[in-house]
């Protein structure tokens, strides 16, 4: 985030789960563990969100011209939860195109 100096702390359980990204991102086609794939834009930029919905883990990555950068990971909370499936919804149903 920007300014620098006004970002928290690292939140330790976030950095224990970070070795959890690479697998996420590897296996995202797996539709036996019920991963959801979806993008969206925020901001101007285009994301790719890769949810594994059973253990409640969410990779962001944001999608430039000829890669990927790993934008955020973390565990949303029940709110945040609710807001991710109502915008996979409307993604399947406008079209659901990476």
Known sequence: GSPEELRKAP????????????????NEGDTAAAIKVWANERHGNKHVCIWFDRNNYLVVLKQCAAHYLLKTTYCP??????????????????????
């Open 11 to 26: 939140m330790p359980d976030r950095l224990e789960r970070m070795p959890w990204a690479k697998p996420l991102i590897e």
């Open 77 to 98: 909370e029940s709110k945040r939860q609710r807001q991710l499936h109502k915008e996979y919804a409307a993604w399947k149903r406008n079209g659901a195109r990476l």
